[in-house]
């Protein structure tokens, strides 16, 4: 039912019957979670076998290096940036492997641009009057709570089907030397699940900027995150800069994290020689080196790049049907209603859900009051400001199929009465 084709006492009659439906459904008192696309317990326990790892008698890397002590350098075990190098599109020789999360090496790339000039740059970005970023919207609220939190301004960019909506960009970043920066997840992207075409990456690439020292934030997080047994692949970023005469342009960040376990994993930066020599000239001044000790459990544990492939497949098999079945309830729910869209992603931990202008907020807050907690609206925006107020993310990843069932068609009934009331008051009008 086309709920925008109602009349005023068809629509009195359809909210008449949400709010009943709705009124049984808080009377359910459940305590479900859709807010942060976190790895089941079922999928963490594909890496149980990591605990064990490297033994007591096993501390040495492939170069002899004894793990266990100081050494060995800041770009992090050979070993294991060969085993991720094919996945991220980075020469095994400008990648490297240090801590535990890749936000955290966004984190320290932006502080040291701020506080001391990166290559190509002629002044510390905190010199800069207003330092910008660009952010494809929606986009990914950590990223933005980054630039928040160093006073960076976010100029939104309308996300297209196949990336960022390229004009918009091109024009921004040739015009305005305080643009300094772009948020990208160009695989799967948080939370719609686009993926860059070829011709994304190269324009990307190749696009003249204002500002000198213009760097592409490269969030390829869901690299090997696929929904299905092909997957997909996209242009290395790298060679893209590189051939265009930008080879400074690109930092190309990834990890462990929803591979092996969450909290334990291991974060990758690739980029150009200048710019790993930049970065681990500063962070020399805080740390010896990573924990190499995690990182020799993951190559003993994942062994190649097979092996990645391999304990991927085994996550596809419980994260393809949690997907599968979100689609068939939204599908079934609201379909034909009118009032909603959403994506069919291939790859990632998310759904992007856009409702009736006006009604995301609503909603959330129908869906709070049902024990139902969804990502806040206006999280997927800078500064949480949906200038439409219609997009929520969904998270599929974490609850069990029954839970996710009983949540999906709880969000199914706040988004259909959050409409017709909405529709109701502009008939009234």
């Excluded at 086309?2 to 629509?11: A, K, M, S, V, W």
């Excluded at 009124?23 to 963490?44: F, M, V």
């Excluded at 050494?71 to 490297?96: K, T």
């Excluded at 699940?193 to 994304?200: A, F, K, R, V």
Aim: hydrophobic share 40%.
């Amino acid at each position: 039912m086309d709920l925008t084709r109602l009349g005023p006492e068809q629509l009195a009659e359809e909210g008449e019957r949400l709010r009943k439906e709705y009124e049984a459904l808080c009377a359910q008192q459940l305590t479900l979670d859709l807010t942060r696309g976190k790895p089941s317990s079922e999928q963490l326990d594909k890496s149980n076998g990591l605990m064990a790892l490297p033994g007591p008698e096993d501390y040495r890397a492939a170069d002899g290096t004894d793990t266990r002590n100081y050494g060995g350098g800041l770009a992090g075990l050979l070993e294991l940036r060969e085993i991720y190098s094919g996945f991220l599109q980075v020469p095994a020789a400008q990648l490297m492997a240090h801590g535990n999360s890749s936000l955290a090496l966004m984190h320290d790339c932006l502080i040291h641009a701020m506080l001391f000039a990166p290559p190509g740059g002629e002044t510390r970005w905190v010199e800069v009057d207003r330092p910008a970023f660009l952010c494809p919207v929606p986009g990914y609220d950590r990223h933005f709570a980054l630039c928040e939190k160093f006073g960076i301004e976010m100029i939104p960019v309308p996300l297209t089907a196949e990336g960022p909506d390229l004009d918009v960009v091109e024009r921004l970043v040739a015009e305005d030397p305080r643009i300094k920066g772009m948020w990208c997840v160009p695989r799967y992207s948080n939370p719609t699940g686009t993926c860059y075409s070829d011709e994304t990456v190269r324009r990307l690439a190749a696009m003249p900027t204002s500002a000198p020292d213009f760097r592409l934030f490269w969030d390829d997080a869901y690299a090997v995150h696929h929904l299905d047994a092909d997957g997909v692949s996209i242009a290395p970023v790298l060679d893209a800069c590189a051939d265009a005469g930008h080879p400074d342009r690109a930092l190309v960040f990834g990890s462990t994290s929803k591979v092996t376990l969450a909290g334990s994993g291991v974060a990758f930066l690739g980029s150009s020689p200048a710019n790993l020599s930049w970065l681990q000239g500063h962070l020399a001044k805080r740390t010896i080196g990573p924990d190499k000790v995690n990182q020799l459990r993951h190559v003993r544990y994942l062994r190649d790049a097979a092996g990645v492939e391999a304990l991927m497949a085994a996550h596809r098999e419980i994260l393809a049907p949690k997907f599968a079945l979100v689609g068939r309830l939204l599908e079934t729910g609201l379909g034909d209603s009118g009032v909603a869209s959403w994506t069919t992603p291939r790859g990632g931990y998310f759904i992007s859900l856009d409702v009736l202008d006006g009604c995301a907020a609503e909603v959330v807050r129908l869906a709070k009051r049902a024990g139902i907690a969804l990502t806040p609206a206006g999280a997927t925006f800078p500064g949480g400001n949906d200038p439409r107020d219609s997009n929520i993310r969904l998270a599929p990843s974490f609850p069990d199929l029954d839970s996710l069932e009983r949540a999906m068609c709880g969000v199914v009934v706040c988004v259909l009465l959050a409409a017709v009331q909405k529709l109701q008051v502009g008939a009234a009008h």
